[in-house]
C-alpha cells in the first residue's frame, strides 16, 4: 500500500551536490519501527546501499559513503531525502528510495521500492 517516489535534477555537475527526494504515500515515515533507505545501481553494476532514516531519525550510512552522505526528512512533508557532496560522474546511476521493513541478522529487507531517477553527473 505504500508509495514512494524519488524526484530531483537528472543532470548534476562535478564537485556539486547530488540532492533527491523520496515522498511517502500511504504510510508515515514516523511509524515504528519501519526505516528509509536510499540504494543506487550504477550503469552495468549491481545495487549499493547508500544510507537510511529510521522512524526516530536516527540515521545510518555506508562506510564507503559516509563522508559525503547526508539523509534527511520532513515529517511535514512526509518526505526524506539524500544530499551527496562532491559528486563525480563515478556517482551516475539510478537513485531509489525503499521502505525497510525489518533487520534481520544484519540484513535489510526492503520491501516497497520508487520506480527509481536517473542522476547524471557530467558537466
Known amino acids: 500500500q505504500v508509495q514512494l517516489q524519488e524526484s530531483g535534477p537528472g543532470l548534476v555537475k562535478p564537485s556539486q551536490t547530488l540532492s533527491l527526494t523520496c515522498t511517502v504515500s500511504?504510510?508515515?515515515?514516523?511509524?515504528?519501527?519501519?526505516?528509509w533507505s536510499w540504494i543506487r545501481q550504477p550503469p552495468g553494476k549491481g545495487l549499493e546501499w547508500m544510507g537510511v532514516?529510521?522512524?526516530?531519525?536516527?540515521?545510518y550510512y555506508s562506510p564507503s559513503l559516509k563522508s559525503r552522505t547526508s539523509i534527511s526528512r520532513d515529517t511535514s512533508k512526509n518526505q526524506f531525502s539524500l544530499q551527496l557532496s562532491s559528486v563525480t560522474p563515478e556517482d551516475t546511476a539510478v537513485y531509489y528510495c525503499?521502505?525497510?521493513?525489518?533487520?534481520?541478522?544484519?540484513?535489510?529487507?526492503?520491501?516497497?521500492w520508487g520506480q527509481g531517477t536517473q542522476v547524471t553527473v557530467s558537466s
Open positions: 532514516i529510521a522512524y526516530d531519525g536516527s540515521t
Open positions: 525503499a521502505r525497510v521493513e525489518a533487520v534481520v541478522a544484519g540484513e535489510s529487507d526492503f520491501g516497497s
Open positions: 500511504g504510510g508515515s515515515i514516523t511509524t515504528s519501527y519501519y526505516a
